[in-house]
């Protein structure tokens, strides 16, 4: 139904910043919300951040000051801006799309930060 396509992983050395994608294809049913989590290895999948259609961005208090999510809804795309990363970082990011029909996950994207 609803089909996400991430991208924009990778290494970067700490303190280093990286920019992810997630483009949506479907049905996009509105109000919504797209956000991001991530999973690193051993942890459980946590929470990072989203944005509701409307435009109101949450952060979790670990990335709240370095990573900024927005939104493109005419693409349908959301954004993750990650600066100041830390080897804590490390993890793969997966998209998250949050609609009345449920959630709909990406493939996931690793990022790897580096000391």
């Known amino acids: 139904q609803v089909q996400l396509v991430e991208s924009g992983g990778g290494l970067v050395q700490a303190g280093g910043s990286l920019r992810l994608s997630c483009a949506a294809s479907g049905s996009i049913f509105s109000p919504n919300a797209m956000g991001w989590y991530r999973q690193a290895p051993g942890k459980q999948r946590e929470w990072v951040a989203d944005i509701t259609s409307g435009g109101i961005m949450n952060y979790a208090d670990s990335v709240k000051g370095r990573f900024t999510i927005s939104r493109d809804n005419a693409k349908n795309t959301v954004y993750l801006q990650m600066n100041s990363l830390k080897p804590e970082d490390t993890a793969v990011y997966y998209c998250?799309?949050?609609?009345?029909?449920?959630?709909?996950w990406g493939q996931g994207t690793q990022v790897t930060v580096s000391s």
């Open positions: 998250a799309l949050t609609t009345r029909e449920g959630r709909n």
